[in-house]
């Protein structure tokens, strides 16, 4: 019997990641479903943060795959990550967030967390998560958020070097001062990789593949 994973994106790109992800961590009878709203993002972006209107539209969502007969709902944009906790009272599958292992792996490897971001939208909610998370756990945190200045607007110019420059030493001025840094967007990841190994001195944390992994122990559960 096939069960259906729906996942909803805000950026069309991320359906290849995720495929991939999907097809070497998840059961073979569990099929991932693609729900791709750019609209979403761009409301989110225009308000400088969540709205009723995209708490609406997340929740439309949660509610159109349960009734398509979905199992689970992952979110994978850290922005509408709050939005989970209004759809998981609205449906009866459940509705996960993207940033959480990564948070509660990042919590457990030190009490002092760095989060990078290059837009205010995904800062402010992963800032927020960390310090949920680490209460909810028991565990005193010191966050230090920081948003990579002009990188988003880089990166929109189509100018990949410096978004990749400005991010790359946000990263490595995070990790002289934290036990560990987040990214709070899963597109940053390919900055953090191409960080030589003797200034990367504490790990350096990215959501999606925790995610999966995540999701693996779920579904085969």
Request: net charge negative.
């Amino acid at each position: 019997m096939i069960r259906k994973l729906v996942f909803v994106h805000t950026v069309g790109s991320l359906v290849t990641l995720f495929d991939r992800l999907a097809q070497e961590l998840l059961p073979n009878d569990v099929k991932p479903v693609h729900v791709a709203d750019e609209l979403l993002l761009s409301v989110v972006l225009e308000a400088d943060g969540l709205t009723p209107q995209a708490y609406r539209m997340v929740n439309a969502h949660a509610t159109a795959a349960e009734e398509a007969g979905a199992s689970w709902v992952q979110l994978t944009c850290s922005s509408i990550s709050p939005c989970a906790d209004v759809a998981r009272k609205l449906v009866g599958i459940p509705v996960l967030k993207i940033d959480e292992p990564m948070i509660d792996q990042a919590i457990g490897l030190g009490r002092r967390v760095g989060i990078a971001a290059t837009v205010r939208t995904t800062l402010g909610p992963t800032q927020q998560l960390v310090e949920m998370r680490a209460s909810a756990l028991g565990r005193g945190v010191t966050v230090d958020p920081v948003l990579c200045p002009g990188a988003y607007e880089a990166l929109q110019a189509g100018d990949a070097e410096t978004h990749d420059r400005i991010v790359r030493e946000a990263l490595v001025q995070l990790g002289v001062r934290n036990d560990v840094v987040v990214l709070a967007q899963a597109s940053m990841a390919r900055v953090a990789d191409t960080i030589a190994p003797e200034e990367q001195v504490v790990p350096i944390l990215s959501s999606p593949r925790l995610a999966m992994e995540h999701l693996a122990r779920v579904t085969s559960g």
